[in-house]
């Protein structure tokens, strides 16, 4: 087994839990999770990752699980998510990292790697497609604003986070096995994430990134391009997203490309944990 640190990290005004794993001297990785993770959702790729010599870092994003939780729509806004992800670099001692993000997780890496270009090496996504795809998308598509109807809902105040408690998270944890393939959520796992939506402020806190995009989002979004080497993986299954939103964001990308597995669904690293790793582990290196 490889052994795990949980460190609290100080960054960008916000003091986050991270996981961190692999030999503290080997090229940084950080994994970045969804919504509604927390760095558990990344358990199949920690051990696979460190084995080949990365330094992993998991965060717990702001709002999520053992890390903070500012009050206020506008601290979830995308530039204070990415933020928090150049802090994290620095307080690695580092000048750039290999960034991965799933879900939310993408969105930030997709944030971070339009603004910060000079702080990644390489940049891999997971079943979220580019923001400015993802716009006109929710612009002219009519079904995909229909699979996106979740992110309307969850900007009514108060009345999500009072039913998802009522239900003590129950909701939370039937979308997951719903939404997934059988097995890719065991018992033992949902065990694990209702203890994190059930910290106090969780709820609120992880419902306010959907609120930040459309409420309080950034001033002035960063230049579309996508510079450094990008790889994207996308479960063809995906209820949420449609999966020709893959083809659109690579082609904002001066050196990017997309596996699509045909079988796996949103939940991608979990359900295709093996294939997920070589292909990921095999760009890395590349």
């Not at 001033?219 to 996508?226: G, I, L, N, W, Y």
């Amino acid at each position: 087994m490889i052994p795990y640190d949980h460190a609290f990290i100080k960054t960008n005004g916000v003091q986050l839990h991270v996981v961190q794993a692999g030999p503290s001297d080997g090229p940084l990785v950080i994994l970045l999770h969804g919504f509604p993770e927390f760095w558990y959702g990344w358990r199949r790729q920690i051990d696979a990752l460190a084995e080949q010599g990365f330094r992993v870092w998991v965060p717990d994003q702001r709002g999520y699980n053992l890390s903070d939780k500012p009050k206020g729509i506008a601290a979830y806004n995308l530039d204070n998510l990415s933020a928090d992800v150049i802090g994290l670099i620095e307080a690695a001692g580092q000048q750039q990292t290999y960034l991965v993000g799933h879900d939310w997780g993408a969105a930030v890496a997709w944030w971070t790697a339009c603004k910060y270009p000079e702080r990644l090496k390489k940049l891999v996504i997971l079943n979220v497609p580019h923001h400015k795809v993802f716009r006109k998308r929710l612009a002219t598509d009519n079904e995909q604003r229909l699979r996106s109807w979740y992110a309307a809902f969850f900007q009514i105040p108060f009345l999500p986070e009072a039913l998802i408690g009522f239900g003590n998270t129950e909701g939370f944890a039937r979308t997951l096995r719903q939404s997934s393939r059988p097995g890719a959520f065991s018992d033992a796992d949902l065990a694990e994430y209702r203890q994190a939506w059930g910290q106090p402020g969780a709820l609120t806190s992880m419902l306010n990134w959907y609120r930040s995009v459309a409420q309080t989002p950034p001033k002035q979004a960063p230049d579309s391009r996508v510079k450094m080497p990008t790889l994207i993986l996308w479960g063809k299954q995906d209820h949420a997203l449609k999966w020709e939103m893959a083809e659109d964001s690579v082609k904002l990308c001066d050196d990017g490309r997309v596996i699509y597995l045909e079988n796996a669904t949103h939940w991608v690293q979990h359900e295709e944990a093996e294939t997920v790793n070589r292909e990921m582990i095999g760009f890395l290196r590349g």
